[in-house]
């Protein structure tokens, strides 16, 4: 089961990347080469405890869809979401926030596991792993992007 962590230093406050990162909007944005769609459950605004979102989008050219609930929410320091139904065997995503010297450090903890057995695990080592590393830096710099700038007025 392949592990992602990710360090990410935004110059901004705690709480406004806390909700960057919460933020169905900006979700969108950082997907829009997938054309990720919200379609059921929380579909903008800031998801929460306990609440769902349905994904659409195309990966690997197929449309796959992707339901994920946040199991986690303590305000500006984490939370973390799983999925609950989608192409993966498991799926859980934990956001962790620290506050230091005027930077956020957002850190991302993903695991998945692939179905298929042997043959997931193969297409993890050939591309998965790498594919969801740089699913994450995406996400992460438009957070970064928006949290440092006041583009972010656009979306809270």
Same mark, same amino acid.
């Given at each position: 089961?392949?592990?992602?962590?990710?360090?990410?230093?935004?110059?901004?406050?705690?709480?406004?990347?806390?909700?960057?990162?919460?933020?169905?909007?900006?979700?969108?944005?950082?997907?829009?080469?997938?054309?990720?769609? @919200?379609? @059921?459950?929380?579909?903008?605004?800031?998801?929460?405890?306990?609440?769902?979102?349905?994904?659409?989008?195309?990966?690997?050219?197929?449309?796959?869809?992707?339901?994920?609930?946040?199991?986690?929410?303590?305000?500006?320091?984490?939370?973390?979401?799983?999925?609950?139904?989608?192409?993966?065997?498991?799926?859980?995503?934990?956001?962790?926030?620290?506050?230091?010297?005027?930077?956020?450090?957002?850190?991302?903890?993903?695991?998945?596991?692939?179905?298929?057995?042997?043959?997931?695990?193969?297409?993890?080592?050939?591309?998965?792993?790498?594919?969801?590393?740089?699913?994450?830096?995406?996400?992460?710099?438009?957070?970064?992007?928006?949290?440092?700038?006041?583009?972010?007025?656009?979306?809270?």
């Amino acid at each position: 089961m392949p592990t992602i962590v990710l360090f990410t230093k935004i110059k901004a406050a705690k709480k406004l990347v806390f909700d960057l990162s919460r933020s169905i909007d900006l979700h969108k944005i950082s997907t829009e080469s997938t054309n990720e769609k @919200a379609i @059921a459950g929380k579909t903008e605004g800031l998801i929460n405890l306990n609440e769902t979102v349905t994904w659409r989008a195309k990966y690997l050219g197929v449309y796959q869809n992707f339901t994920s609930k946040v199991t986690g929410c303590r305000d500006s320091d984490y939370f973390a979401d799983i999925m609950l139904s989608g192409a993966f065997k498991s799926f859980k995503h934990e956001h962790f926030f620290s506050f230091k010297n005027n930077i956020t450090t957002l850190v991302d903890v993903m695991e998945y596991h692939s179905p298929l057995g042997f043959i997931g695990k193969f297409v993890d080592f050939l591309f998965l792993e790498k594919y969801m590393t740089n699913f994450l830096k995406l996400r992460n710099k438009t957070i970064k992007e928006y949290a440092e700038s006041d583009k972010w007025r656009e979306i809270l």
